[in-house]
């Protein structure tokens, strides 16, 4: 009865049990989460010297503090003599030093070990290796990113690589200047799916007229269920009578400076894989970034991003705010319902894509390769 | 000290693993719970053209709809595009075809693709490999049973070969028309044991005196700590001055049409392995049927199924229900605290049968064979 | 980044996969608290013949029961016909048999199987073979102490000796009169640390001063982060100004009977691996008990005992209690502060010790060889 699918001329997707096993999860975290670039916070969350974040990478805890010279570090959220958590709210600003709380042992916003009571003086030699495990940090395009890797592969290699594919140069994504823009909004969503249905959503628009009817509604041209990924630098155009990119299509908010005339009443999606989707529109910005937590379990952080004079003005950016926080739910629902049919034994051989997905083949190539290169835990 | 058993002259049980262990639980599911035929629902829960439940079987989703011509059908709830689960609600009435939420895949109620946007004309060669997975189906004893297995074995061979072996012919059960009964009560119990230990409850009535005071006044035989197993065609007498089957002895409802005189004031145990108990009495029936969550986790569902005419002359169903529900509750209990005991280190050898129990080791034997002939994940 | 700790010359602490890992968990299950004397009760909590306790062991409930001679027995919580737990309340009397509530088996306080209903004649030959698994008991120090071994080491060999190799001889804890105290106070706590990082902390007195304020203003040579373990008979003496142990140094309570002027006004603690703490001071002693529940969980239960005679004239026992309880709040936190790290990729080889924590290496090793002598499942 399972069994009438014998040659079926499309594109297989991935197999069921990359989306529920337990061991392909690990060996994703180790391959790809713990050596690809993440964004992890914006950089305007720690904004002075002494600020800092305390996120989770690959399931490590990581310590991001800004130091005296304004720039970003990482270390691992661990102390070097016998293993305690340094620091345990999410955010907050410290002292000169991060000093363990069980022993005293106490680190520079450096990483370097400043003081340990009762280490014998001839061990002062080994200070030197008693400091922080560091983490690489990059702070671009207004967010911080981080890599676990011992020796990470260059941003410019990684995620603004893809950036150059998608949109030709960085000069569009330069004019919308994303280190000026502020927070408007910041929701996290705790989505019952594994993170890569979350990637492959918003890869494809063969979804769209079934189930985004407010951002088709925007975007008539999605109705043809083509997004904006398939040509370099391109950006779906406003529907005729559409106003805004607000959630019924009313006129948003003033426009961003600096941008051209093609670039306005146009939204451009862009993934940065492994956890990052970017969408441009001509008076916001949405980010989101993805932590996943288990096979069928994924913390999405998305953030509405708006000139900070527009926001100081007191505009209404809710209509804004709720065109993308529609589409984040409706997304996220048919993801979980992915998730729920991944683990049938019917699905063990996975599904299909139809010729319009034929951007998700690119990820699935790109997962397979890196899982097959993790040499294990 | 936990080694004093050398040579006890009593049937072993099944050792303690049987109950704990995940790899068992798997193999059960595999080789028992996919290969079987399963008692689901009540045929009345789908009672028109389109009504559907959805079923969760061998941790399967399992539509079952009824079509055109009124009978049942059964596919697992799996989109063939990408996996997407296509109905999730627990029932309902669909359309004419059902679509999945995700991209709009449609399927009508025989299971095959109707509709796939944007799916290329030369992919319609495939659409006839692109229906949905069927299940095996059968609409019997106004029940619907669900068999899993690629090719399953007939209907007659596993489940109605049981029912004769216990009543020597299918005519007592035929007289009581379950076909024709109405749910008066359904309640589900959430039971933290092993589904055997269920089983091997009903298949003993060593425990009738200590456990079930309010039953063994009813029947007194049963004080005798021997059940209806026993015998073919067997069924124990109510006591002498028992006026009917009710949690205090009282008369009970009119008694359904077409019973011979032997078969009124007799209660008829039936169990229809892997997961169906059958209780016949004079004026009702009650009926369970189990699904194994977890190692230590079984759902029962129980049902009292009584004329509807009666149930329409709004008779007081409840002394009939409490006899069996509170029944139902202490073995419940008992089987749970065997639960715990099949963890211990002393329980790793199992325990032991004594001759009344020897119902038991048949369906010992049964799972062990069918677990042995599992060919694994 | 994650790699520059190349030759410090600190001993190494355990890596951090003996704190997290599910299979190092269930083989100290078996290779020490299966194997080891554990402290579980006091034994004025089964007053009289025919009170009972269940306590948890190693994963296995164990009845512990008061027979007619006033012993303390025990015996696995599994009835030997078919597994089901006898006794499912935590403490109570039972009658002069244990029964179980399945098929109404019953034994005595002995554990010998007194009735078994429908057991053939025949097999009363085999009664013998039937009777509760024993568990070794000792009553000592005013404790019931468990092994479930079955040959266990004489206590002697396992638990006294550490008691004579911290304090030279047994006559100091003998003064103390452990068996006529009183509990004032019991408190349970849930830690979310792994047992050996709570074994640790009590063993080391290197975080006195960063984590305990009240503690240290009591003894104030804690300030120098030198506990008491590490001189056989050592107890640390109060400060000058110090009233008594107490949260705040106020006086505490009259002084237990029958101690020496060099014990008045000073603290003794004591470990006896694999899981007591004793605590002793001039007017009550404060013993801790673990029981580890998971890799990252751990139940110590704390009892603070007193004189009878004080307890029943009144006094307050809160500014005594309090100190203790405030001592294992802040220890509890550090140790879960730990195990967070003990997780982390950068601390798979562990920390490192430092001079003044030494008593740690010796329990490390003892682990360490109590594991590596483990047969397996």
Known sequence: MASQSPQVALTPSLEGGWYTDQSVFDAEQRAIFARRWLCVARASEIPRPGSYLTVTVAGESVIVVRD????????????????SRLLREHHGVCGPVIRCPYHAWAYGWDGALRAAPNLPDPQRDNWA????????????????????APQPQP???????????RMGSDELVARWGLERLATGRQTVYEVAANWKLIVENFSECYHCPSVH????????E???RRGTLHEIGYGAAYGDGVGGFTVDGRAGLP??????????????GLVLTPNVFLNLVDDHVILHWLQPIAPGVTRVTCVWLFD??????????????????????????????CQLGAASRVYAQGGYLVPVEQQLQRFHDEVRAAVAADPGA
């Open 213 to 220: 009817p407010e951002l088709t509604s925007v975007l008539p």
């Open 155 to 165: 941003f410019a290699q990684d995620t603004v690589r893809q950036l150059l594919d």
């Open 222 to 224: 999605f109705k043809r």
């Open 255 to 268: 426009p961003l400076a600096g941008l051209s005339d093609t670039e306005t009443r146009r939204y451009y």
């Open 308 to 337: 900070p004079d527009v926001l100081a003005a007191g505009y209404d950016i809710e209509p804004s705010v709720q065109l993308f926080h529609t589409t984040n739910l409706q997304d996220f629902t048919v993801c979980e319902g």
């Open 68 to 83: 005296a010279d304004h720039h970003a570090a990482a270390f691992y959220n661990v102390c070097r003599h016998r293993g």
């Open 129 to 148: 290796s008693l400091g922080l495990h560091a983490v690489a940090i990059e702070e671009r395009y207004g967010c911080l990113w981080l890599n676990l």
